[in-house]
Structures are given as structure tokens and as C-alpha cells.
């Protein structure tokens, strides 16, 4: 599927893509899809322009399910998130988006909005994918905005969220998360990135996580926090051991130099009492000389009594 490019010289010099293409072309491309359409745009490609061809070409996607947009533009793109929020509004059947913000360098919490007001309406959303990484122009404000949209979708049970270098993000951000977990419907998956938060960060998100019963996979990648301390992620594991259901942990805390032996045995107790997990990843690689083989120790203990366990990945470098 081609879209308008930013640059017309250069298409004209390459003689590969068309200079324009109009909505009528592009709805009678789509027309003929039933299940997933994916779309994924250049660098050279205008993001806002496709996006409102898209939105006109909407109209014809009768049958599909599942839509996955990935855009390398880092031009501002509001204009193009809102064409982009009102074409999904047209599709209420909708059960699975996959959208990739990753490197949008400028941008707006605006355009956070347009994207909420559109996933509040999809009623039959069962899995949301938005990866908003690196996004330096989001804000705790738009962190609450799109998680007061998410808490009315009923229907979610997987959710994957990247929040990962997000630097202008605070404490305040975990609130909105860990509410948000709390008042969602029962997840099967949860996957969140985040790095970069504040001191009591994993409480916030395990207050949340005690809401989630029925969640059959979790992943928590934290990454760049330094802060995460033994008395933390002990309490962190006391709400984790209550997620009976859990069949896959991935745990990834990198650069978190407080802990020590100490943290390593409450995650210990922890894993034991998970007894239908059948995948564990661990990622601690703490960089620290407080984590010795008495810590080892203490986790292969606690993996002993797993006798679902079919997969297992640990990383301590």
C-alpha cells in the first residue's frame, strides 16, 4: 500500500511512488480486506496526510479487526491523530489496535486526546498496543487523559504500554497508572515499559496489580530506575505472590544497584508461591557487588517447586 510522500521531487526523481493519491484509490485498496490491515510509513512518507486518507478510506473497512499503524515521522502530527481518532470512531467492531509512536519527537498531550476520545467508543476492544516511547512532549496530565479513556473499555483483557524513556513523566503518572489498573476489567496480559520513576513507584503499580486476578501474563520492565531498594520490591512481591493465575513473569530491573541479597529472597518467596507459572524471565542486572551467590541461592529455591515451569531465562550481567 502506498501513501503521499513529503517529498515530491523525489519522487518524481526516483519514478517509484506516485506524487498523489486520492481517497477513492485508497478505499478501493482496502476494500477487499476482512481481518488485519497494517500500515507502516517511511520517513519520507507525510504522516498527516496519510492519516486523513485513511480516515476517508475508512468507511470500506466493513470486515477488518485488527489495525496496526506504525509511523517513523517526527514532524508534528496532532492534525494527523485526529484524522487517525475519527476514522477508528467509525469502526466500533474494532477488537485489536497496535499503534507505534515510538521517536515522535514533537508532539502534544493534544495528541493524546484525540487518541482516548477514540479508543473510550471502540466497545468491542479486547487488546490496545500503543507504544509511546521516547515521547519527551508527553505528560503526566496525558498519561491521566488516555487512562480516564482506557477505564471505560470493558471489553480490554490485553494491554501493552510504553512509557519508556518518557522523561518528562512523574510520580503522579504511576497514580493515574495504578488506578487504572485497579478499575479495568479482568486483563489476561499486561505489559509495561517504563523507566526513570520516582521512589514507591513499584507500590503504586502492585496496588493497582492486586485488582488483576485473572491476569495470566505480566511483563514490568523498568529500566534506568537506580532507586528500586530490598523494602520496595518486597512489597512489590507480597501483592505479586497473590496473582494466582500468573503463567508467564517477565521482570526486567535493569541498573537498580540497591538491590541485594536481601530483595533477591523476597522474590524467592514470591515465585514460590506462583505455582502455575510455566515461563520466568528475570532480567537484574544491577551492577552491583551486594547481590552474591547466597541471592543465587535463594532464587534457585524458589524455583524448585514450580513443576509447570517450561521456560526459564535469567540474566544477572
Partial sequence: MTFPKTNKKVANRNNRY?????????????????????LKL???????????????????????????????????????LKALSEGLQRLSWLQSISIDMCGFEYNSDEGIKYLSEAFQRLSSLQSLDLDLSGAQWLSDEGVKILCESLKRISSLRSLYLSLASCDNL??????????????????????????????????????????????????????????????????????????????????????????????????????QRLTSLQSIHLNLACYT????????????????????????NLNFQ
Fill in 18 to 38: 506516485p506524487i498523489s493519491l486520492t481517497s477513492k484509490t485508497l478505499a478501493l485498496q482496502l476494500k477487499n480486506r476482512t481481518d488485519a490491515l497494517t
Fill in 42 to 80: 517511511r520517513e519520507d512518507q507525510d504522516f498527516v496526510e496519510s492519516m486523513i486518507w485513511l480516515k476517508k478510506a475508512m468507511k470500506t473497512l466493513k470486515k477488518v479487526r485488527r489495525i496496526h499503524i506504525k509511523s517513523k515521522y517526527d514532524d508534528p502530527v496532532e492534525e494527523g
Fill in 170 to 271: 512523574t510520580g503522579e503518572c504511576l497514580n493515574h497508572l495504578g488506578e487504572l489498573l485497579s478499575r479495568l476489567g479482568p486483563l489476561k496480559s499486561l505489559a509495561l515499559f517504563l523507566s526513570s520513576i520516582p521512589d514507591e513507584g513499584l507500590q503504586r503499580l502492585s496496588k493497582g496489580l492486586l485488582k488483576q486476578s485473572s491476569l495470566e501474563s505480566l511483563t514490568l520492565n523498568l529500566v534506568n530506575r537506580w532507586k528500586i531498594t530490598d523494602e520496595e520490591l518486597t512489597d512489590f512481591c507480597k501483592n505479586l505472590q497473590k496473582l494466582s493465575s500468573l503463567q508467564s513473569i517477565s521482570l526486567i530491573l535493569s541498573e537498580c544497584d540497591e538491590i541485594t541479597d536481601e530483595g533477591l529472597e523476597s522474590l524467592s518467596e514470591c515465585l
Fill in 289 to 312: 557487588e551486594e547481590i552474591t551467590d547466597e541471592g543465587l541461592k535463594y532464587l534457585s529455591e524458589g524455583l524448585q517447586g514450580l513443576s509447570f515451569l517450561q521456560s526459564l
